[in-house]
């Protein structure tokens, strides 16, 4: 199996959507020849023709009304948007447009062929408008899926999995892993389960939750953490919304402690809302209080960044932290 | 001197004729070159493009000299004549409804009846209407049932859209009509998307996409229409100009030559109308699509009318404007209009009115009577199309609602007893 990065992982699923179904479209701002300012999209417009892969003009609120609409038609519409701190023109065709399309018109019409790609997440010295992590604003929108890889392989399956699934998906891709993050990716078409968490580590002590690019934080701060004895259960959630309360209570029932890292604020971040989910499912087998290890309630900062984000030291502290309760 | 930057506004006048041409000129870094060089500053003047409009029928039931009448024969013209008088009927019996504390809110489109249906009845089945909200009169001519529109109304168990939205929200996959959405102008960007959907698969099929002057003030109207120019899709814009968003008159909406010289702007074929005359509406809409179809690139039409009615039923346009600005326009309805030239023709007769009308009154009441007493969609629906299949949060989430309702039924008497 051969091993490539997270952006190739990502190429390839493109390819294989698109070679699978020829009423797959890609498109977004540099999507075209050039392949995406990240190179995403690489190779597919010589591949699959212009028609099919095209360059959109700068209008995020249009690239996602014309993914709807082409959804709607039954075309499968991929779309980006080139970081997802530009998202925002877009929130009203993505949350009140493809989110309440199927529940809106009693089903008659749906834009379950929607994928929305797009990088989220710092470390890459972008400041406050090439960092932000704003998923938890889609979760709180019924009628969408949001998921975040962690690593290659996940990014590849997961992506095929959006694709084809009959919902529109909000995809994250963790732009500080693109090229950082290699693992062996079988070349052939594969998918992994939306809606499912999945346990990396098993453990006793404590659960830590995470997605995305924090998945390696936390994995490290695990491993820091077993150096003095804590066995630390790790889980990557993989599908923010609708999210695996199962996976995650089963885990908490067993270790006593729950962990989240995000890299968005801390205020009314998903880990807020999985802290309540768990306390009312859990309430009786915590330990401690659930610990959330989150960004600073400030937009995202440059200069910085160390200081704001959270990482595997803040982790490391707050494991040690909440198995001392 | 200044006029000959515009030459796509050139093109305008032609468009009757474009399907003669072989090559148009797009817009690009070349045409730019196409203006004079000039060493003294000179500014374009903002209305410096001339938009003439299209005329055919006067109000009188008489069609102009040398005007292009479009195709339309006894059999079209007596179906489009009884939708339009349909729609007056079943509007002035819905407000009654509303009034009588029957139904929540309704819609009319008093006055601007013959931009919908003159736009339908330019189309294929096959063709999406994606609509924005005040064009009822395009799904009549699809054949919309009486009954589907009363269920929506009701937003009664059989409602199509479930219950979900308010009255006036309808929509049908059967027919290619695009449900509505409140959402004002979201539609724009989604017909680009819709007919570059069914460009790709090869179809002889358009969108056609309707949104008031107002709705041209959002982002998506911008977004849509220079991404239609930009991907070449098969779709036509169709603005209504009804000189009202709500309260707010066009004079205050926008600066420029109506949305027409917006059209001329992103490089669309456009055409002016006026949006009261239902040949010219037919006219121009069957050029529009033929054009859309074989060039696979869109089309804008501004139609000019007037918002005769209120805004809906909760408003009262008494506070904004005059009943001497009403009652010019009164002399302008496109239903009389249409009825004036049908006489002419000798394909409709005053007896022939009078029937239809008392028919149709008849069937909108008792369509009334049989929607409002059917129940209210079942409390399951709650959860099901937010996604394909229920999550199981949902479905937790219904088994504490449906328990709490059983625990108080009075308060919820929609449900209660019902499952």
């Known amino acids: ?325 | 001197m200044i006029r000959s930057v515009y030459t796509l506004s050139q093109t305008l006048t032609a468009i009757p004729c474009a399907l003669e041409e072989k090559e148009e000129k797009i817009m690009s870094t070349e045409l730019y070159n196409d203006g004079p060089v000039v060493h003294q500053p000179t500014f374009i003047d903002g209305h410096s493009v001339e938009i003439p409009e299209l005329r055919i029928l006067d109000q009188d039931g008489t069609t102009y000299p040398n005007a292009d009448l479009p195709d339309i024969d006894q059999t079209l013209a007596t179906k489009i004549y009884k939708t339009l008088t349909f729609h007056r009927v079943f509007d002035e019996r819905m407000v009654s409804s509303q009034r009588q504390g029957r139904l929540s809110f309704y819609m009319t489109a008093l006055g601007e009846e013959a931009t919908s249906v003159g736009g339908a009845a330019a189309l294929k089945p096959q063709d999406m209407i994606m609509m924005q909200y005040r064009e009822q009169g395009a799904l009549m001519f699809r054949g919309f049932s009486l009954k589907n529109f009363m269920n929506q109304l009701f937003s009664n168990a059989d409602d199509l859209g479930k219950g979900r939205q308010m009255p006036i929200h309808y929509g049908s996959k059967e027919l290619n009509c695009m449900t509505v959405s409140s959402t004002l102008a979201t539609q724009i960007p989604q017909a680009t998307g819709y007919a570059y959907g069914q460009k790709l698969q090869g179809l002889d099929a358009v969108t056609i996409c309707y949104f008031g002057e107002g709705a041209a003030s959002e982002g998506d109207f911008h977004a849509g229409l220079n991404m239609a120019a930009v991907q070449e899709a098969p779709v036509i814009f169709f603005c209504r100009n009804n000189g009202y968003a709500i309260s707010t008159p066009a004079e205050e909406q926008f600066r420029g030559n109506g949305i027409a010289s917006r059209g001329v702007g992103y490089g669309i074929k456009t055409i002016r109308i006026d949006g009261n005359d239902i040949l010219a509406v037919l006219k121009a809409t069957q050029i529009a699509r033929a054009y859309a179809v074989k060039e696979s690139k869109p089309v804008l039409i501004e139609a000019m009318s007037y918002r005769l009615g209120a805004h809906s039923t909760s408003d009262d346009p008494s506070g904004y404007r005059t009943k001497e600005e009403e009652a010019k326009w009164q002399r302008h309805d496109p239903i009389l209009r249409m009825k004036n030239w049908m006489l002419k023709q000798n394909w409709w007769d005053e007896a022939q009115e009078t029937a239809l009308l008392e028919k149709y009154r008849e069937e909108v009441l008792a369509a009334v009577k049989v929607a409002e007493v059917i129940d209210k969609p079942h409390i399951d629906t709650m959860i099901t199309d937010v996604y394909d299949v229920p999550s199981a949060q949902l479905q937790a989430q219904l088994d504490e609602v449906k328990a709490h309702v059983k625990k108080y039924p009075e308060a919820y008497p929609f449900t209660a007893g019902k499952f």
């Open chain 1, 1 to 325: 199996m051969a091993k490539i990065n997270l952006l190739h992982a990502i190429n390839s699923a493109l390819d294989i959507a698109m070679a699978d179904n020829e009423r797959t479209v890609c498109f977004g701002e540099d999507v075209g020849h050039f392949g995406g300012v990240f190179r995403a999209t690489s190779g597919l417009q010589e591949k699959y023709g212009k028609a099919r892969c095209f360059n959109s003009p700068l209008v995020e609120q249009g690239i996602i009304g014309f993914a709807n609409g082409l959804a709607a038609q039954g075309s499968v519409a991929i779309a980006e948007i080139q970081f997802a701190d530009y998202i925002f023109p877009a929130f009203d065709q993505i949350v009140n447009e493809a989110a309440k399309f199927r529940y809106r018109t009693g089903n008659e019409f749906n834009v379950g062929k929607l994928t929305i790609r797009t990088p989220y997440g710092g470390g890459i010295a972008g400041g406050l408008y090439h960092s932000q992590s704003p998923e938890a604003y889609f979760a709180h929108t019924p009628g969408l899926k949001v998921v975040i890889p962690r690593n290659p392989y996940q990014a590849k399956g997961l992506l095929l999995a959006s694709i084809r699934d009959d919902n529109p998906v909000v995809f994250f891709e963790p732009k500080r892993l693109y090229r950082a993050s290699v693992g062996e990716v079988p070349e052939e078409d594969y998918q992994l389960p939306l809606g499912k968490a999945e346990v990396v580590e098993t453990g006793t002590d404590i659960t830590l939750l995470a997605w995305g690019a924090q998945m390696e934080i936390i994995e490290k701060a695990a491993k820091m953490a077993s150096n003095e004895g804590i066995s630390c259960e790790v889980i990557d959630l993989r599908t923010i919304l609708p999210w695996d309360i199962e996976t995650i209570s089963h885990s908490v029932m067993k270790t006593g402690r729950l962990l989240i890292s995000q890299e968005a604020p801390l205020t009314a971040g998903f880990a807020s809302e999985i802290a309540a989910t768990i306390q009312s499912e859990c309430f009786l087998h915590l330990e401690s209080p659930i610990a959330r290890v989150c960004g600073l309630d400030t937009p995202y900062p440059l200069a910085l960044e160390k200081e704001y984000v959270s990482d595997h030291l803040k982790v490391y502290e707050a494991i040690k932290k909440t198995v001392n309760f």
